[in-house]
């Protein structure tokens, strides 16, 4: 088997709750812009956009920074932007894993030239070994060792998406 178990759906969906409230009590008021990174956050939104316990936006974005490869190419290109305004809003993006840092750098100083009121980050995965460029997360899920992983929305060559549970990838495989 080309997978290792690193994360069960129970501990998964465990810490989404603690986030969620830590959100909950963050946000107390003002219009809440939750900004979903597709592909490999859908899982983590749905569940964390739940989690929280008081009005919240969603709406979604598409970037490609990595190909099929395992390694960021450290290009980023927006492949599908957002339908809304961000203006005055507390946007707070929602990503599956931060690794080079390089799409998050880009995605959040991109955002803040649209007058948002705040913007932060919630990401379900850190890689914080791997980080080239400087990112400040205000919300992790957990921070993991530099091994590739999957499932949960995280793929590799877009396989392994709808695992319940976040593997590691054999490297060899
Ligand atoms: P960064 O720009 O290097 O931080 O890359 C972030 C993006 O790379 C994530 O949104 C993922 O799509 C992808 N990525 C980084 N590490 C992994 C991994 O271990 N598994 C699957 N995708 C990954
Ligand atoms: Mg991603």
């Known amino acids: 088997m080309p997978l290792r178990p690193l994360l069960s759906e129970d501990r ?83 990503e599956d894993i931060i690794d080079s840092g390089v799409t998050l750098h880009y995605l959040t100083n991109l955002l803040k030239t649209r007058k948002p009121k705040s913007v932060r980050i919630a990401t379900l995965l850190d890689k914080p070994e791997r980080r080239l460029r400087p990112v400040d997360v205000a919300y992790v899920g957990f921070q993991i060792p530099d091994e590739f992983v999957v499932g949960y929305g995280l793929d590799f060559a877009e396989k392994y998406r709808n695992l319940r549970d976040v593997c590691i990838l054999d490297p060899d495989y």
């Not at 490999?40 to 316990?53: E, H, N, T, V, Y």
């Not at 990595?66 to 707070?92: F, H, M, P």
């Open 12 to 94: 998964i969906q465990a810490r989404i709750g603690e986030i969620g409230a830590q959100i909950t009590a963050d946000y107390a008021e003002g219009t809440l812009y939750l900004v979903c990174i597709l592909k490999g956050a859908c899982f983590f939104l749905a569940d964390l956009a739940r989690a929280i316990k008081r009005d919240a936006f969603i709406d979604f974005m598409a970037i490609s920074s990595y190909g099929t490869e395992r390694t960021s190419s450290g290009e980023v290109k927006i492949t599908k932007d957002l339908d809304i305004s961000l203006q005055d809003a507390d946007v707070l993006i929602v």
